[in-house]
């Protein structure tokens, strides 16, 4: 399977129809219609049910389409890795981080590096730190913001000079609203979001220690931004991270007492094959925080 038929295919997935995908692709309906069945052979499946009036994908279909968006980014990827160079650094970065403080750390770095490196682009994908290392497990992202507690068995990293704190998010005209900080027994009675990360939801249960059978705990939810608005709309209690760029007049944020402060790493993998942008970048950082 070469490049070119594998994002034939992937047009056909994304527009459901072998028409319209000729059309994007600038093809002809039945060069396109050979080209998949020629792919179904070479592949040894069906990757179509061609039973209904539209086309859909068989459970190998699926698989292929997520397989095959990782393979043309990481083609991509190691096209612009080619082109650096000592003399004229290019190149892209993929940065990967949740909704935290320390991106504005992270910012200044970028925005010094691409001062002296002006042709380096960057892409920053969003995701709990779960989500981050198994991309870069796949090599899709180069660096990333961890929160702790996260395994660095395999990974290379910079400590952050700043720790997040951690608290709970309420609407404005909310009874715990006036408090300053909120201790377990002020969520006794309340409804309550907790994190969906395993290591971030255990270390609230211990925070909450006898208490957790007095909370109504509604679900789960990571995302700041997302939180944020189930928690203006439904009035929940809900614990994160402190992110300042999602709150607004209707939106509080109160730390716990006892505080609970994480650390957060700028991490790499250890021993990964690395474009030359990557490596500057990484002596980049190292330097710039050296001297915060």
């Not at 040894?44 to 095959?68: C, M, W, Y």
């Not at 068995?153 to 700043?162: A, G, K, Q, R, V």
């Not at 006036?178 to 979001?193: C, H, P, S, Y």
């Amino acid at each position: 399977m070469n490049l070119r038929i594998l994002t034939y295919f992937l047009t056909v997935a994304r527009e459901k129809n072998i028409t319209k995908a000729a059309e994007v692709l600038h093809i002809t309906q039945p060069t396109l219609s050979r080209q998949m069945r020629q792919l179904e052979e070479e592949m040894g499946v069906e990757l179509f049910d061609r039973s209904q009036n539209k086309i859909a994908l068989t459970p190998a279909g699926n698989l292929l389409v997520h397989r095959g968006k990782d393979i043309l980014e990481m083609v991509e990827r190691t096209e612009l890795e080619i082109k650096d160079t000592e003399t004229n650094l290019s190149g892209n970065i993929c940065f990967g981080a949740g909704e935290l403080n320390a991106v504005n750390i992270l910012g200044k770095i970028i925005d010094v590096f691409q001062n002296k490196y002006p042709a380096v682009t960057f892409n920053l994908f969003t995701n709990t730190t779960d989500i981050i290392q198994e991309r870069m497990e796949k090599g899709l992202i180069d660096i990333a913001l961890a929160l702790e507690p996260v395994d660095m068995s395999n990974y290379d990293f910079l400590t952050l000079p700043e720790k997040e704190i951690i608290g709970i998010y309420m609407r404005a005209d909310a009874p715990l609203a006036g408090k300053e900080n909120i201790t377990a027994e002020d969520l006794v009675g309340q409804r309550v979001m907790m994190p969906t990360r395993l290591q971030f939801n255990s270390q609230i249960y211990n925070w909450l220690s006898g208490k957790i059978s007095q909370i109504k705990i509604v679900g789960s939810c990571d995302l700041v931004g997302n939180s944020v608005m189930l928690t203006n709309a439904n009035n929940y209690y809900k614990f994160g991270v402190r992110f300042p760029a999602v709150l607004e007049n209707q939106i509080c944020f109160r730390p716990l007492e006892p505080s609970i402060e994480r650390q957060v790493y700028l991490i790499w993998r250890r021993n990964a094959s690395q474009s030359l942008t990557v490596q500057k970048f990484i002596k980049f950082a190292r330097c710039f925080l050296s001297m915060e």
